[in-house]
């Protein structure tokens, strides 16, 4: 996807068909939106818990290996969704100036200290 598509559609915090990203074409107000930002919310306090809940497992003396691994699948799948809501907010942003100066041919950068060399 382009740098112009990224910000004409949104990342759902959902797969779609066979674990592929899903993308939703909107302007930000629809009912897909809302879904997906509730979606997003959820999956952000899910994550939260779980460290909570991995903090008072490992102080234990006495943690089954099946608990770990339980912990440590849940611990993976909040990531993989922290992760997907980050991407989708971050595409979302409008491009910073600097970005914005390169996209149309000038750098201030550049031009401003004489050598074409970032400061």
Known sequence: MNEGTHRDHRLL???GEDGKPCYLSSDGDGLIDALADEMELMQLRLGAELL???GGLLSCQRVQEQELRFLVRRLGE???DALRVA???GARLP???H???RANGTDSAASSD?????R
Do not use: F, K, T, V
Request: charged share 40%.
């Open 99 to 101: 970005r914005r100066e």
């Open 87 to 89: 991407e989708s907010r």
């Open 95 to 97: 491009a910073p100036p």
């Open 52 to 54: 909570d809940y991995a």
């Open 78 to 80: 909040a990531l993989r």
């Open 114 to 118: 004489g050598e074409g060399g970032e």
């Open 13 to 15: 915090p959902w797969p």
